[in-house]
């Protein structure tokens, strides 16, 4: 065999050349070992250059030694923190974890720290005060991005705020998650910060001047604080986001807030302001989410909202705003909340016309009159519409079963009459709908068992009557369901064992009769309520899963009879159980007593008998009339042999009373005929 020789000479790193055999045989020979060579060999040439290429980038990401040693320092004192891991690279800009490098301003062939990220790493105020931790950082003259948030910091050192040389190119800076206390640092000389987050510290005092001169800010979050006095006005007109929510500001909003016209965030809520929301505020063109939620504020919602064009949320619930909803309000908005708050008269008749609502909610105001047209088609991305607790009146409008992407259905507490519209079976993705406390009639509409991703289901406090449909059965998603205070009449059906995942089941208050289905044993471990209370239920207390999660059984006012089962001891998280006013029978099982989490026993007005066992103290238990007997006192009679004792007594005292009559009638007697004839006086 032969080969055909194509490299003769092969060049090694050193410069030094080997020549091949001319000769066939010994060059086959050499040919097959070269050959078995040669991976070994590209991959020594390609480990070379990529020696040689590391190096090379090595050497143009250094840092220069004065930061080189700043961050070597730094690492060591991070070294005693237990998150920290430490990186045997000799060049920090590797420590990606916690340190970002680039290109240094001065030159090209070197780098410099930007930012420094040391966010939940267990650093506080103890466990550095004897470091030169903020020394080290204050001498990072090219940091940009300074990130301390989820740590333990009480305070910021003096020097860091007064003496920092990273103070001049900072532009963030975020110590979130602190526990920083006392009055706002003083950061006026942090000159160009771009952003500032102290938010979630607890941080009190006034604001004065500790921001003046930020100049280039523009976000500022103080959020969650115990930040008190008056809004502050000396800000950076730069300023894009203003989060002051969750503290104690307190007074009004000044007319000069609405001189920040770069404002895209406001938030002012959870605070104790007061007063109008001043005019103007249709100058903030540029305005993209307010929230006021939580104040005191009073007077009615401005008038001219809806010319800021680029505002898709405003949240203004939990204060005092009356009057109307301004015309035209949901014209740009994805997200309307103005619940709690004391609005009245007629909802604006263009409320539900624009396709941008994603979210309504005016819960608890007073507004009256018709639900406005809903132009359904229009309304794609509505997926919450909550207009309880008001005084809403006529019919729900079937169109509401055009909203086809509706998720949460909230019109409870209402002045409704009229039927349940079987078009809401078209809201395929509902999974809360609260019809409750209005004055709606009719049967139940077996349509929404099309309901398939339904979870919540409220119908209770109406005049609702007919039977209970089988179909509402096939709502396997059911978490609650209430039906109570209604006209409902008939049985539980067998088919309610396939509500797996219901916890909170309420019918009391109805029509419903017959026996409890032993099925509901399967109803699922999830059952956390079962309320059958005020309706004619008979026989007896079908048996109970002992995995059942049940803290509240109310059976109270029915028809049950027949003795207590021992199987409602197995009920460990049993709080409530309500058996009174029906025909139960017998004792009181001891085994009652072992209910742990037993809170409420109510056995009032039954027919048992015997010794009531002894309960823990902190259990209130109600046993009235009945015919039981106090564990404490076995003596202790019962009302019935306690009224025969009654009686008795009061033959016996009859008795005695008559006996010691007749005997002084017989004194009396005998001493008057001893006394004959003989004068008063002298006797």
Not at 318 to 334: C, D, H, S, Y
Not at 639 to 661: E, L, N, T
Request: hydrophobic letters at 35%.
């Amino acid at each position: 065999m032969s080969f055909t020789l194509s490299i003769s000479l092969l060049y090694l790193p050193s410069g030094r050349q080997i020549k091949l055999s001319t000769d066939p045989e010994q060059e086959t020979m050499k040919s097959c070992s070269i050959i078995l060579l040669l991976p070994f060999l590209l991959c020594f040439l390609l480990n070379i250059c990529s020696l040689v290429e590391g190096r090379s980038n090595f050497s143009s990401s250094q840092l220069s030694e004065v930061q080189n040693n700043i961050m070597f320092n730094l690492s060591t004192i991070l070294s005693h923190q237990p998150s920290f891991k430490t990186n045997s690279n000799p060049n920090p800009c590797s420590w990606t974890s916690w340190v970002k490098c680039s290109t240094s301003s001065s030159s090209s062939s070197s780098s410099e720290v930007i930012g420094i990220n040391l966010s939940e790493y267990g650093l506080s105020t103890e466990t550095t005060k004897n470091t030169s931790f903020f020394s080290l950082l204050c001498q990072i003259d090219s940091l940009q991005l300074l990130n301390l948030s989820h740590n333990n910091f009480e305070s910021l050192p003096v020097s860091f705020m007064s003496n920092c040389t990273a103070r001049l190119r900072l532009r963030i800076l975020d110590i979130t998650f602190n526990q920083l206390s006392g009055q706002l640092p003083n950061l006026s000389q942090f000159t160009s910060l771009v952003s500032l987050n102290l938010s979630m510290n607890k941080l009190s005092g006034k604001i004065d001047r500790q921001l003046h001169g930020l100049v280039l800010l523009t976000s500022l979050n103080l959020c969650y604080n115990s930040i008190t006095g008056n809004l502050p006005m000396n800000l950076s007109s730069a300023l894009e986001e203003l989060l002051l929510s969750n503290n104690k500001f307190e007074g009004s909003i000044p007319g000069e807030m609405f001189k920040y016209v770069n404002l895209t965030v406001l938030d002012l809520s959870q605070n104790q302001l007061n007063g109008f929301i001043p005019d103007g505020i249709e100058g903030l063109q540029k305005l993209k989410k307010i929230f006021l939620s939580g104040n005191n504020l009073t007077g009615g919602l401005p008038p001219k909202m809806s010319m800021i064009k680029t505002l898709s949320q405003f949240a203004a619930n939990n204060n005092n705003f009356n009057g109307r909803i301004p015309f035209g309000i949901t014209t740009n908005l994805q997200f309307l909340d103005l619940s709690y708050n004391n609005l009245s008269e007629d909802l604006p008749h263009d409320l539900l016309s624009h396709g941008s609502l994603e979210h309504l909610d005016l819960t608890d105001n007073s507004l009256g009159g018709l639900i406005p047209a809903i132009l359904g088609n229009l309304l794609t991305n509505l997926k919450r519409l909550r207009l309880g607790q008001n005084k809403l009146n006529g019919s729900i409008p079937g169109a509401i079963g055009d909203i086809s992407g509706l998720m949460y259905l909230e019109l409870n507490d209402n002045q409704f009459e009229g039927y349940i519209p079987v078009q809401l079976q078209k809201c395929k993705n509902l999974s809360l709908l609260n019809l409750a406390g209005n004055n709606l009639t009719g049967a139940f509409p077996k349509e929404l068992a099309n309901l398939a991703k339904l979870e919540v289901l409220k119908l209770q406090m109406n005049n609702l009557d007919g039977s209970i449909p089988g179909e509402i059965y096939q709502l396997v998603n059911l978490n609650t369901l209430n039906l109570s205070r209604n006209s409902f009449i008939g049985e539980i059906s067998p088919l309610i064992s396939n509500l797996k995942k219901i916890a909170f089941l309420n019918l009391n208050d109805n029509k419903l009769g017959g026996q409890i289905p032993d099925s509901i044993d399967n109803i699922g471990v999830y059952l956390i309520e079962l309320q059958l209370a005020n309706n004619k239920f008979n026989g007896s207390i079908p048996q109970m899963s002992s995995n059942s999660q049940i803290t509240t059984l109310n059976l109270s006012s029915n028809l049950f009879m027949g003795p207590l089962p021992e199987s409602l001891s197995l009920l460990h998280n049993l709080e409530v159980l309500d058996l009174s006013d029906n025909n139960f029978t017998g004792d009181i099982p001891s085994s009652f007593t072992k209910l742990g989490s037993l809170t409420k026993l109510d056995l009032s007005n039954n027919q048992l008998t015997g010794i009531l066992p002894k309960f823990p103290k902190y259990v209130n238990v109600i046993s009235n009339g009945n015919d039981t007997q106090n564990v404490t006192n076995p003596n202790t009679p019962t009302p019935s042999q306690s009224r025969r004792k009654i009686d008795s007594f009061i033959i016996i005292v009859v008795a005695v009373c008559s006996c010691v009559g007749i005997s002084l009638f017989s004194g009396v007697l005998v001493i008057t005929v001893l006394g004959l004839g003989v004068p008063i006086c002298e006797r």
